[in-house]
Protein backbone atom coordinates (compact mmCIF):
# COMPACT_ATOMS: atom_id res chain seq x y z
CA UNK A 1 0.00 0.00 0.00
CA UNK A 2 2.18 2.89 -1.63
CA UNK A 3 1.53 6.95 -1.06
CA UNK A 4 -0.12 7.97 -4.27
CA UNK A 5 1.82 10.51 -6.24
CA UNK A 6 -1.12 12.71 -6.49
CA UNK A 7 -0.12 13.50 -2.51
CA UNK A 8 3.27 14.57 -3.36
CA UNK A 9 1.83 16.82 -5.67
CA UNK A 10 -0.53 18.54 -3.34
CA UNK A 11 2.25 18.62 -0.57
CA UNK A 12 4.89 20.27 -3.65
CA UNK A 13 2.01 22.71 -4.96
CA UNK A 14 1.18 23.60 -1.03
CA UNK A 15 4.85 24.39 -0.62
CA UNK A 16 5.45 25.72 -4.19
CA UNK A 17 2.20 28.57 -3.30
CA UNK A 18 3.44 29.46 -0.01
CA UNK A 19 7.02 30.41 -1.08
CA UNK A 20 5.13 32.47 -3.89
CA UNK A 21 3.04 33.96 -1.47
CA UNK A 22 6.23 34.26 0.68
CA UNK A 23 8.02 36.60 -2.00
CA UNK A 24 4.66 38.70 -2.50
CA UNK A 25 3.92 39.43 0.60
CA UNK A 26 7.00 39.58 2.45
CA UNK A 27 9.35 42.92 2.25
CA UNK A 28 12.21 41.68 4.55
CA UNK A 29 14.52 40.33 1.81
CA UNK A 30 16.47 37.51 3.16
CA UNK A 31 12.90 35.92 3.96
CA UNK A 32 11.96 36.76 -0.16
CA UNK A 33 15.39 34.67 -0.53
CA UNK A 34 14.03 31.99 2.19
CA UNK A 35 10.55 31.61 0.46
CA UNK A 36 12.46 31.18 -3.20
CA UNK A 37 14.70 28.45 -0.94
CA UNK A 38 10.77 27.17 -0.05
CA UNK A 39 10.11 26.60 -4.16
CA UNK A 40 13.50 25.12 -5.15
CA UNK A 41 12.20 22.32 -2.29
CA UNK A 42 8.79 21.66 -3.27
CA UNK A 43 10.22 21.14 -7.12
CA UNK A 44 12.75 18.71 -5.39
CA UNK A 45 10.11 17.04 -4.21
CA UNK A 46 8.40 16.96 -7.06
CA UNK A 47 10.97 15.22 -8.94
CA UNK A 48 11.69 12.77 -6.37
CA UNK A 49 8.59 11.26 -6.18
CA UNK A 50 8.21 11.01 -10.09
CA UNK A 51 11.68 9.56 -9.46
CA UNK A 52 10.47 6.59 -7.25
CA UNK A 53 7.08 6.41 -9.17
CA UNK A 54 8.42 5.91 -12.64
CA UNK A 55 11.76 4.03 -11.05
CA UNK A 56 13.90 6.04 -13.26
CA UNK A 57 16.95 7.53 -10.84
CA UNK A 58 17.38 10.32 -13.48
CA UNK A 59 14.92 12.21 -11.02
CA UNK A 60 17.39 12.31 -8.65
CA UNK A 61 19.86 13.31 -10.14
CA UNK A 62 18.49 16.54 -11.42
CA UNK A 63 17.57 16.90 -7.30
CA UNK A 64 21.32 17.33 -7.37
CA UNK A 65 21.94 19.69 -9.63
CA UNK A 66 19.47 21.94 -8.41
CA UNK A 67 20.80 21.40 -4.77
CA UNK A 68 23.86 22.58 -6.65
CA UNK A 69 22.21 25.71 -8.03
CA UNK A 70 20.42 26.34 -4.86
CA UNK A 71 24.01 27.08 -3.50
CA UNK A 72 24.83 28.94 -5.15
CA UNK A 73 21.98 31.14 -5.54
CA UNK A 74 22.27 30.93 -1.95
CA UNK A 75 26.07 32.22 -1.93
CA UNK A 76 25.69 34.96 -4.47
CA UNK A 77 21.98 36.09 -3.18
CA UNK A 78 23.49 36.51 0.09
CA UNK A 79 26.37 38.82 -1.26
CA UNK A 80 24.04 40.75 -2.77
CA UNK A 81 22.00 41.62 -0.22
CA UNK A 82 25.20 42.33 2.09
CA UNK A 83 25.89 45.12 -0.78
CA UNK A 84 22.94 46.38 -0.70
CA UNK A 85 22.96 46.62 3.32
CA UNK A 86 26.36 48.84 3.02
CA UNK A 87 24.74 50.73 0.24
CA UNK A 88 21.49 52.04 1.80
CA UNK A 89 21.79 50.13 5.60
CA UNK A 90 18.42 48.36 5.15
CA UNK A 91 17.38 45.49 3.77
CA UNK A 92 13.65 46.60 3.32
CA UNK A 93 12.60 46.26 -0.89
CA UNK A 94 10.19 48.91 -0.44
CA UNK A 95 13.55 51.11 -0.08
CA UNK A 96 15.16 49.61 -3.58
CA UNK A 97 13.07 51.92 -6.12
CA UNK A 98 16.25 53.03 -8.41
CA UNK A 99 14.68 50.88 -11.44
CA UNK A 100 10.33 51.80 -10.55
CA UNK A 101 9.13 53.88 -12.26
CA UNK B 1 2.18 2.36 7.74
CA UNK B 2 3.49 4.60 4.57
CA UNK B 3 0.55 6.81 4.95
CA UNK B 4 1.13 7.58 8.35
CA UNK B 5 4.77 8.66 7.71
CA UNK B 6 3.54 10.83 4.70
CA UNK B 7 0.89 12.15 6.83
CA UNK B 8 3.41 13.48 9.48
CA UNK B 9 5.99 14.58 7.02
CA UNK B 10 3.76 16.51 4.97
CA UNK B 11 1.53 18.39 7.96
CA UNK B 12 5.17 19.53 9.82
CA UNK B 13 6.38 20.73 5.81
CA UNK B 14 3.13 22.31 5.15
CA UNK B 15 3.01 24.19 8.97
CA UNK B 16 6.96 24.59 8.91
CA UNK B 17 6.61 26.37 5.06
CA UNK B 18 3.54 28.92 6.13
CA UNK B 19 5.90 29.85 9.91
CA UNK B 20 8.90 30.86 7.33
CA UNK B 21 6.23 32.91 5.52
CA UNK B 22 4.28 34.18 8.49
CA UNK B 23 6.90 35.18 11.29
CA UNK B 24 8.25 38.19 11.97
CA UNK B 25 11.72 37.72 12.93
CA UNK B 26 13.98 36.11 10.36
CA UNK B 27 15.78 34.39 12.87
CA UNK B 28 12.34 31.80 13.48
CA UNK B 29 11.90 32.07 10.14
CA UNK B 30 15.20 30.45 9.11
CA UNK B 31 14.97 28.13 12.30
CA UNK B 32 11.55 26.93 11.18
CA UNK B 33 12.87 26.87 7.79
CA UNK B 34 15.59 24.03 9.57
CA UNK B 35 12.97 21.50 10.67
CA UNK B 36 10.86 21.58 7.35
CA UNK B 37 14.63 20.30 5.62
CA UNK B 38 14.95 18.15 8.15
CA UNK B 39 11.46 16.62 7.48
CA UNK B 40 12.42 17.13 3.76
CA UNK B 41 14.99 14.51 4.05
CA UNK B 42 12.45 12.24 6.26
CA UNK B 43 10.43 12.62 2.94
CA UNK B 44 13.49 11.43 0.98
CA UNK B 45 14.16 8.10 3.23
CA UNK B 46 10.49 7.17 2.61
CA UNK B 47 10.91 7.60 -0.90
CA UNK B 48 14.02 5.46 -1.19
CA UNK B 49 16.04 8.18 -1.81
CA UNK B 50 18.85 7.91 0.85
CA UNK B 51 21.66 9.35 -0.29
CA UNK B 52 19.64 13.02 -1.25
CA UNK B 53 18.46 12.51 2.25
CA UNK B 54 21.78 12.62 3.48
CA UNK B 55 22.77 15.66 1.19
CA UNK B 56 19.83 17.68 2.01
CA UNK B 57 20.70 17.46 5.75
CA UNK B 58 24.35 18.04 4.55
CA UNK B 59 23.81 21.01 2.23
CA UNK B 60 20.73 22.58 3.06
CA UNK B 61 20.56 22.52 6.85
CA UNK B 62 24.31 22.82 7.61
CA UNK B 63 25.51 24.74 4.59
CA UNK B 64 22.85 27.03 2.92
CA UNK B 65 20.58 27.38 7.00
CA UNK B 66 24.23 28.46 8.82
CA UNK B 67 24.66 30.78 5.91
CA UNK B 68 21.67 32.47 6.30
CA UNK B 69 21.86 32.96 9.41
CA UNK B 70 25.41 34.44 10.14
CA UNK B 71 23.87 37.04 7.68
CA UNK B 72 20.75 37.80 10.15
CA UNK B 73 23.01 38.14 12.91
CA UNK B 74 25.56 39.82 11.00
CA UNK B 75 22.80 42.49 9.38
CA UNK B 76 21.06 42.56 13.33
CA UNK B 77 17.78 43.48 12.09
CA UNK B 78 14.65 44.00 14.04
CA UNK B 79 11.37 42.62 12.71
CA UNK B 80 9.55 44.35 10.51
CA UNK B 81 6.07 45.65 11.36
CA UNK B 82 3.38 44.92 8.73
CA UNK B 83 3.23 42.84 5.67
CA UNK B 84 3.52 43.99 1.99
CA UNK B 85 0.88 46.09 0.57
CA UNK B 86 0.14 43.23 -2.14
CA UNK B 87 -1.31 41.11 0.56
CA UNK B 88 -4.81 40.72 -0.10
CA UNK B 89 -4.01 39.96 -4.16
CA UNK B 90 -0.70 38.07 -3.23
CA UNK B 91 -3.22 35.34 -1.18
CA UNK B 92 -5.96 35.78 -3.41
CA UNK B 93 -3.55 34.86 -6.39
CA UNK B 94 -1.81 32.06 -4.07
CA UNK B 95 -5.35 30.51 -3.10
CA UNK B 96 -6.55 30.65 -7.44
CA UNK B 97 -3.14 28.45 -8.42
CA UNK B 98 -3.35 26.18 -5.02
CA UNK B 99 -6.89 25.21 -6.20
CA UNK B 100 -6.14 24.91 -9.65
CA UNK B 101 -3.26 22.61 -9.09
CA UNK B 102 -5.36 20.76 -6.57
CA UNK B 103 -7.85 20.05 -9.00
CA UNK B 104 -5.15 18.83 -11.44
CA UNK B 105 -3.40 16.63 -9.37
CA UNK B 106 -6.09 14.75 -7.79
CA UNK B 107 -8.83 15.14 -10.42
CA UNK B 108 -7.10 14.08 -13.82
CA UNK B 109 -6.71 11.09 -14.88
CA UNK B 110 -3.33 10.15 -14.19
CA UNK B 111 -0.63 8.06 -17.16
CA UNK B 112 0.54 4.59 -15.68
CA UNK B 113 3.10 3.74 -18.48
CA UNK B 114 6.39 4.69 -17.05
CA UNK B 115 9.20 7.24 -18.57
CA UNK B 116 11.29 5.93 -21.75
CA UNK B 117 14.85 6.12 -22.05
CA UNK B 118 17.12 4.63 -19.03
CA UNK B 119 15.37 2.82 -16.52
CA UNK B 120 17.10 1.48 -13.56
CA UNK B 121 16.01 0.32 -10.45
CA UNK B 122 15.92 3.15 -7.74
CA UNK B 123 15.89 0.81 -4.56
CA UNK B 124 18.04 -2.08 -5.55
CA UNK B 125 21.71 -1.88 -5.85
CA UNK B 126 22.36 0.90 -3.80
CA UNK B 127 20.69 4.15 -4.12
CA UNK B 128 23.94 6.09 -3.89
CA UNK B 129 25.66 3.78 -5.96
CA UNK B 130 22.86 4.33 -8.87
CA UNK B 131 22.85 8.15 -9.05
CA UNK B 132 26.55 7.93 -8.87
CA UNK B 133 26.60 5.68 -11.67
CA UNK B 134 24.30 7.63 -13.87
CA UNK B 135 25.93 10.71 -12.49
CA UNK B 136 29.48 10.02 -13.92
CA UNK B 137 28.27 8.46 -17.72
CA UNK B 138 25.25 9.93 -18.79
CA UNK B 139 25.23 13.59 -17.20
CA UNK B 140 28.77 14.08 -16.97
CA UNK B 141 28.70 17.23 -18.85
CA UNK B 142 26.01 19.28 -16.42
CA UNK B 143 27.83 17.61 -14.25
CA UNK B 144 31.22 19.69 -14.70
CA UNK B 145 29.12 22.50 -15.76
CA UNK B 146 27.71 22.76 -12.24
CA UNK B 147 30.90 22.74 -11.16
CA UNK B 148 31.79 25.76 -13.20
CA UNK B 149 28.37 26.56 -11.67
CA UNK B 150 29.96 27.05 -7.82
CA UNK B 151 33.20 27.79 -9.15
CA UNK B 152 31.72 31.35 -10.70
CA UNK B 153 29.41 31.78 -7.62
CA UNK B 154 32.33 31.38 -5.15
CA UNK B 155 34.50 34.29 -7.14
CA UNK B 156 31.06 36.77 -7.62
CA UNK B 157 29.76 36.25 -3.29
CA UNK B 158 33.69 37.39 -2.89
CA UNK B 159 33.89 40.21 -4.98
CA UNK B 160 30.26 40.89 -3.92
CA UNK B 161 31.24 41.00 -0.38
CA UNK B 162 34.49 42.44 -0.40
CA UNK B 163 34.36 46.12 0.44
CA UNK B 164 36.47 48.06 -1.82
CA UNK B 165 38.29 45.67 -3.74
CA UNK B 166 39.34 47.36 -6.53
CA UNK B 167 40.23 50.37 -4.92
CA UNK B 168 42.93 48.23 -3.09
CA UNK B 169 43.86 46.84 -6.42
CA UNK B 170 44.75 50.57 -7.46
CA UNK B 171 46.41 51.93 -4.95
CA UNK B 172 48.74 48.68 -4.59
Redesign the interface.
Known amino acids: MTVPISYYLGLSAVVFLTGVVGVLIRRNIIIILLSVELMLNATNINFVAFSQYFQNVAGQVFVFFALTVAAAEVAVGLAIIIALYRARSTINVEEFRLLKW | M??VF?FYF?AV??VT??L??ALRN?VY??LS?LI??FH?AG??V????E??AA??II??AG??LV??LF??M??N?KG?DR??A??P???L??LL??AE??IL??AAG?PVT??D??????AEAG?TE??GE??YS??LF?FEV?SL??L???I??????K?DIFDRTVKE
Open positions: EHFAIVSVVVPSALMFVLYTLHAFLVQVYAILYVVLLVEYHQLVAGLGLLVLAFRTAGVRQAVNALLLTYPAILVAMGAIILAR
